[in-house]
């Protein structure tokens, strides 16, 4: 049976006639699950080819899953799915609405024959190197979400470097990435100045900043507002057991913490908008209605996958700041 064929003087590259020929070979059922592809050194002699020019057909199969290696043994075929062009390994924080308006936008983006795995390292370093280590050479792309986990830098750069993408968080270890990202120093800063009339009339802003899955940015970018415009300002871990006082506005990037206040204000028989101001980080739908609105702090989410897969799929190596906006509603 003859599963590689090489044509000379035929103008496509020699490493992609062998690939063609495998997934021939594969799609007329000549080549089952589990068989054994000839060796790299067989090939390289039958046809007078180098091993490095042999090696990157095999790599490129591997990364789409079509093969897969076992070492000192050889090739064998995993899938006989030849038809999926794209392995993409898409590493999240956490699965939250946001992410999956993000996760939603790009697999509608990334168009067909590809196959989208999406995993979450909830914030653990260790489980971020586990997934990546574990991924490493098994796909054609890599999509990852950071966050601000120390070390990660790292890691990622054992990654084969001209297939990572950075998304929603980068810093300056990762420039030589593409990256789609938030800026959040800017962005809070430029939302509360587009605020700032509203926040006239209020006495104290408040960030409710636990540090631990907060982009450090978002605080910078508070401080640096109400410094250069001389707002009395707090900083917050927890809002727990506290009494919000006349006046008071609260920046709020975690939803647990939006519930809290508003039924903690409940219960001291205030109101939203007048009393006291809310600004949340994050659209979603429900905060249009909630309270009669909540104003919001928000990139766009679903941009953020659309853009990330059109530089996918067209090669563009680009770092893109994502857009954010504040959307004023009653709470403020």
Known sequence: MKIISIQNNFGIPKYKQIISSIEKTIEEGLLKKDEKLPSINKVCLEFSLSRDTVLQAYEELKKRGIIYAILGKGYYVKSTEVKIKQRIFLLFDELNIFKEDLYNSFLEHIGKDVQVDIFFHHFNLQVFQKLINDSNGNYTKYVIMPTNLVGACAIIKTLPVNDVYIVDQTNPELKSFPAVYQNFVKDIYDALLKGKTRLNKYEKLILIFPGFREPLGMKEGFEKFCGEFSFQQETITEFKDRKIGIGEVYIIPNDRDLVSVIEKSKNQNLKLGRDFG????????????????????????????RIVAEMILKGKKEQIENKCALIIRNSL
């Open 278 to 305: 809310i600004i949340s980080y994050n659209e979603t739908p429900l905060k249009k209605v909630v309270e009669n609105g909540i104003t919001t702090i928000s990139t766009n989410f679903e941009a953020m996958g």
